[in-house]
C-alpha cells in the first residue's frame, strides 16, 4: 500500500473522527462530518489588507459525504448561515472550501 492509499484509508478514522478533529455540521441541509480551521483564514487575513474575508469559514470534507465538488460562487447554507463557496481544492480525497458571507467579486 502506498502512503497515498494509507492518508486516504486514514481520512474518516483519524482525520474526520469524531472523538478527535471533526464535528458534526450542516451543508446544504445534509449532515457532515468536517473539520473547521478558522485559525489558516485568521493568519491569511492578517496578510490581507483589504481584509475582504471577514467571516470567512475554511472546511474540510470526504468528498463522498457531498453529493458533488461544490462550485465557486455557489450560495450555500453551513449550519445556519449562508455563504458563498469562494474556493475549493481536492487532495487526496477531501474537500478543503472556503466559505465567505460577502459576495465574491
Same mark, same amino acid.
Given at each position: ?40 483564514? #485568521?493568519?491569511? %487575513?492578517? /496578510?490581507?489588507?483589504? =481584509?475582504?474575508? +471577514?467571516?470567512?469559514?475554511?472546511? &474540510?470534507?470526504? !468528498? #463522498?459525504?457531498? %453529493?458533488? /465538488?461544490?462550485?465557486? =460562487?455557489?450560495? +450555500?447554507?453551513?449550519?445556519?448561515? &449562508?455563504?458563498? !463557496? ?20
Amino acid at each position: 500500500m502506498t502512503l497515498k492509499e494509507d492518508i486516504i484509508k486514514d481520512i474518516d478514522s483519524v482525520f474526520l473522527n469524531l472523538d478527535d478533529f471533526a464535528e458534526e455540521h450542516s451543508f446544504d441541509n445534509n449532515n457532515i462530518l468536517c473539520v473547521v480551521d478558522e485559525e489558516t483564514l #485568521n493568519a491569511q %487575513k492578517l /496578510k490581507d489588507a483589504k =481584509g475582504t474575508y +471577514i467571516g470567512s469559514k475554511l472546511i &474540510y470534507v470526504n !468528498v #463522498n459525504q457531498l %453529493k458533488g /465538488k461544490p462550485v465557486n =460562487g455557489a450560495r +450555500i447554507k453551513f449550519d445556519d448561515t &449562508y455563504y458563498f !463557496v469562494t474556493k475549493v481544492v481536492e487532495n487526496y480525497g477531501m474537500y478543503s472550501i472556503t466559505l465567505d458571507v460577502n459576495k465574491p467579486s
